[in-house]
Every structure is written in C-alpha cells, then in structure tokens.
C-alpha cells in the first residue's frame, strides 16, 4: 500500500499530511489510506481511535472493520451536512482503502466509497485505487496480477505514483509505503520515500530511459505523405 502526501496544490500554497494510518497488534495488522477532504478523514480517523472498544483493534474480522468504517464516515458526513450545504463549492467527501488481516481471517482489501458502502479487491479485480488514478492506472492494469510477487508489485506501484507525479500537481513526495506478507501478522516494510531516496531516483531514471529506448524499437507507421 503506498500514499502520497500533498493534501493541496496551488500557484503559492503546498501543504503536505500523512493519508496512511496503521493500526498493530499480536493478532492483526491494519493499513488505512485516505483520499479527499482532510478535515473529513481526520474526523473519521479520531472517532475509530477513540471507541477502542468497538474500534479497530476491537473488531473480530476485516468485514467488519470495513463497515464500522462506513458507518463512521456515515456519521461524520451526517454532522457536517449543515456545513456542506452552507458551502457547496468546497467538496467534504473522502474515501479511504483499508487493508490487512486479522488472525483467524484472510488478507482483505477493501475501497471504501464517500457514501460509506464498500467493494472488496478480487482475483479479477487485484488492485484498488482512490483519489488521483488516471495517470497511474495504465502500469497497474498491464502488470498487476493477482498471484503477482510482492516486490514485483511494489515496484510497479512506485511506477505507477512516479507517472502521476510528472502528471499531476495535486499528487506529491514524499510516499508512504508499507509492505505486508500473508500470515506474518506483522509489517514487513514500512519507510517514507523523499526526493532523495537512491532506488526511487534509480526507479525514476530506469523506467524514463526504458520507455524511451522501447518506443525507438517500434517501427514507424506504414503510411505514406
């Protein structure tokens, strides 16, 4: 699971926000990413924090965790209605991807919609993606696989957020990525990626002088002017 963390992009104003959230235990390994309205998945986030007892570490499986986070965002959204309305031209919908596992359960990941319903990540769909995905999305949909190995789909992603990056001021460094295996119960990677970072940059310089190289390769169109 990988974010970025630019939370606005304007001619003089750039402010950067952590969008991912981890939750640990003996028993269970959660990833939260969001995407939208700050002030709306903040709220949502503090209100999960809070209710220890019916909150994430609480909750028996990945199901229900994704609900307990739809109703929660439900509720927020029912709270700030009056605000909304007072302000249609500033959008308060987010959306969140939550993932992980809970012992007992699978690995799940789950894409969490504004209105507070949800889909789950399937064979035939092997990859969710919310906030800014049009400029990324090629990369995924050609080499994510569902049996994809770890590191191969870790790398792909970071493709795919370096094509948005070029793409796209409203997406920016640094990235948050976190690396779970199956079964460990336990985080296997989790870093902040910079500008600075040596396999990035390399990623970065591979991925551009490759692209270049290939498009070479292929012949000119046949026809005739």
Not at 50 to 72: K, N, P, Y
Not at 173 to 185: A, C, G, I, Q, V
Request: overall charge negative; charged content about 20%; proline content about 4%.
């Amino acid at each position: 699971m990988v974010s970025d963390s630019r939370t606005h992009a304007g001619v003089d104003y750039i402010a950067s926000f952590r969008k991912m959230c981890t939750w640990t235990a003996a028993d269970r390994v959660i990833c939260l990413l969001s995407a939208g309205n700050l002030g709306t998945s903040q709220s949502v986030v503090n209100l999960l924090q809070q209710r220890q007892d019916e909150g994430v570490l609480a909750v028996s499986s990945m199901f229900d965790l994704a609900a307990l986070l739809g109703s929660t965002l439900r509720e927020v959204s029912l709270r700030d209605e009056q605000v909304a309305q007072q302000n249609p031209h500033v959008d308060f919908s987010c959306s969140f991807l939550l993932g992980g596992q809970i012992a007992g359960g699978d690995m799940r990941l789950y894409n969490i919609y504004p209105q507070g319903n949800f889909i789950e990540s399937t064979p035939e769909t092997p990859y969710l993606q919310i906030g800014e995905s049009k400029y990324g999305k090629p990369i995924l949909d050609r080499v994510i696989r569902y049996d994809i190995p770890l590191m191969q789909a870790a790398k792909c992603v970071l493709v795919s957020f370096d094509s948005t990056l070029r793409s796209n001021l409203s997406v920016g460094m640094p990235l948050d990525l976190l690396l779970y295996r199956r079964d460990s119960l336990k985080v296997g990677l989790q870093a902040r990626l910079d500008e600075g970072d040596l396999y990035l940059s390399h990623l970065r310089q591979s991925w551009s002088s490759g692209l270049r190289q290939l498009f070479m390769t292929i012949p000119d169109p046949p026809w005739s002017i």
